[in-house]
């Protein structure tokens, strides 16, 4: 934190010294580029991209105003034109290995995940020392699925600086991905030792523990991480997830309303947002979140299937199904996606239609308690007893402390008279 506070106060400084005191004479390019720079760090990248245009006007092979104005542009968002200032840098000096890396970076940001490796082997092969051309590498990696190519690059950018908390935080990222729970956890620590104002390094460590299903633990990390960064979306609807998971519904939605109001555009948020107002039982108001979720992202097979969740206790069961329906063509492997549709199947009373539903989803996740017991539930309806106890048995063998399934076993035990292994069913049941 001090030495952020003296990186300011030098800027404040610079700005100073070339706006608010007279100047003698007409600016160099290097008074531009300073100015530039220090406009770059009070965030001001407007004025910097001005200030480098104004140094490149008087030296326009100036290739380190060339790729402080593709930096400008890249924490705008305009990534396009920051490549394109990358270039003109790279032209002018083809060595120029930071060039390269932040080219690597605004590829990686355009989704050209395989240009942003090649462009950060360029920048590695001039200078192998280049921790984060290493680290955007690894990123690139992370991002195609890459696991454990990401973890090689994050390592290696390690190697070179121990010190250095990004890669030490997105190490944890993909350990995380790779089901290491415990090695993310303690690579996302070793960022947090490193630098605790690391706002993503406290995410990270958040979405692990709620992965591990520890979400009292996990507020605390996402609470530090909006503590540093109070516009960090994605831990706020994180933060509601967990939240949600603990039965917090109103804390859950207004943990929501914060990251809708950072950035109403994440599809994601808007989803947890309906899962809590469902929790609530306000599906009406489920159902808007959901279309929001929608609206902005039309393949997030989560919201489909989740309002098709809301349908379903509405009664509106057509409608669940074709919501359902969009869920399976984004994802066919989804088999929660599957189950909801055989639940509004067999409120339809469409039993046999709903049984195949739920085969879906056992073939695709023969561990899935959910959908054996509904299989169980069909199967009872269509007098199907001995293939009910076994659906029901299922169900029981993943979680023993299914009472759902305990009292529909007990239900086709005592239609087929069998009140003594019945009772002991039901008497399970209870307990659970």
Same mark, same amino acid.
């Not at 200030?51 to 380190?64: E, T, V």
């Not at 869920?327 to 339809?348: C, E, M, R, V």
């Given at each position: ?65 060339? *790729? ?56 590695? *092969? ?92 996990? &507020? ?75 609206? &902005? ?31 399976? *063509? ?92 019945? &009772?002991?069913?039901?008497? *399970?049941?209870?307990?659970?």
């Amino acid at each position: 934190m001090i030495e952020t506070k003296l990186k300011l106060i030098l800027a404040f400084m610079v700005l100073l010294a070339t706006v608010v005191m007279p100047a003698f004479g007409q600016q160099t390019a290097a008074e531009w580029l300073e100015k530039g720079n220090a406009f770059v760090m009070l965030s001001m990248y407007d004025e910097a991209i001005q200030a480098y245009d104004q140094a490149i006007s008087i030296d326009p092979q100036d290739a380190y105003a060339w *790729s402080n104005k593709g930096e400008a542009l890249r924490a705008l968002g305009r990534y396009d034109e920051a490549i394109q200032a990358y270039d003109q840098a790279i032209s002018i000096d083809p060595q120029y290995a930071y060039a390269w890396s932040n080219k690597g970076e605004a590829l990686r940001a355009l989704g050209k995940y395989d240009e942003a490796i090649n462009a950060c082997d360029q920048a590695i *092969s001039i200078n192998p020392q280049d921790a984060f051309a290493w680290t955007i590498k690894g990123n690139a990696l992370y991002d195609l699925g890459k696991y454990d190519e990401a973890i090689n690059a994050y390592d290696q950018a390690i190697s070179i600086d121990p010190q250095y908390a990004y890669a030490w935080s997105n190490k944890g990222t993909a350990l995380g991905h790779l089901g290491k729970y415990d090695e993310a956890i303690k690579a996302c620590d070793q960022a947090i030792s490193i630098d605790p104002q690391n706002a993503y390094a406290w995410y990270n460590k958040g979405t692990v523990l709620g992965i591990l299903g520890k979400y009292d633990e996990a &507020i605390k990390p996402f609470d530090q991480a909006i503590s540093i960064d109070p516009q960090f979306a994605e831990a706020w609807y994180n933060k509601g997830t967990a939240l949600g998971r603990l039965g917090k519904y109103d804390e859950a939605i207004k943990a929501c309303d914060q990251a809708i109001s950072i950035d109403p555009q994440l599809a994601e948020t808007w989803t947890i947002k309906g899962i809590a107002l469902y929790d609530l039982g306000k599906y009406d108001e489920a159902i808007q979140a959901y279309d929001q979720a929608i609206s &902005i992202n039309p393949q997030i097979a989560e919201a489909w299937y989740n309002k098709g969740v809301a349908l379903t206790a509405l009664g509106k069961y057509d409608e669940a199904i074709k919501a359902c329906d969009q869920a399976i *063509s984004i994802n066919p492997q989804d088999a929660f996606a599957w189950t909801i549709k055989g639940i509004a199947l067999y409120d339809l009373g469409k039993y046999d239609e709903a049984i195949q539903a739920y085969d879906q989803a056992n073939r695709i996740n023969p561990q899935f308690a959910e959908a054996w017991y509904n299989k169980g539930v069909a199967l009872t309806a269509l007098g199907k007893y001995d293939e009910a106890i076994k659906a029901c048995d299922q169900a029981i063998s993943i979680n023993p402390q299914f009472a759902e399934a305990w009292y529909n076993k007990g239900v086709v035990l005592k239609a087929l008279g069998k009140y003594d292994e019945a &009772i002991k069913a039901f008497e *399970s049941g209870y307990q659970h």
